[in-house]
Nanobody, 115 residues
Framework: QAQLVESGGGLVQAGGSMRLSCAPS????????MGWYRQAPGKQRELVAT???????DYGDSVKGRFTISRDSAKNTAFLLMNSLKPEDTAVYYC?????????WGQGTQVTVTS
């Protein structure tokens, strides 16, 4: 069964940038939706950004104008470019994808922004 693998997380100073990647580890049928969610300690998982075939991108209010989501449809991969990072962006970032066979989540990658 396919899984999603996130990469690119780590430690960055406030104001810096980071790029996350998400790719399937096995065979994944064509996806029409991919996105990123995040969860900070003690908080609920929240929307960061999604991208849907034919509908474009959508962003959470807290990241609009700073983050950009993109995808490579042929490879079922997604990317999240994060600029002007703030300490409140610290969280585990999860990738999600939807195909006709179901919805898939990654294990998450930690992003820590220091002040």
């Amino acid at each position: 069964q396919a899984q999603l693998v996130e990469s690119g997380g780590g430690l960055v100073q406030a104001g810096g940038s980071m790029r996350l990647s998400c790719a399937p580890s096995g065979s994944l049928s064509s996806t029409d939706f991919m996105g990123w969610y995040r969860q900070a300690p003690g908080k609920q998982r929240e929307l960061v950004a999604t991208i849907t075939s034919g509908a474009g991108a959508d962003y959470g209010d807290s990241v609009k104008g700073r983050f950009t989501i993109s995808r490579d449809s042929a490879k079922n991969t997604a990317f999240l470019l994060m600029n002007s990072l703030k300490p409140e962006d610290t969280a585990v970032y999860y990738c999600v994808a939807r195909s006709y066979s179901g919805i898939y989540w990654g294990q998450g990658t930690q992003v820590t922004v220091t002040s």
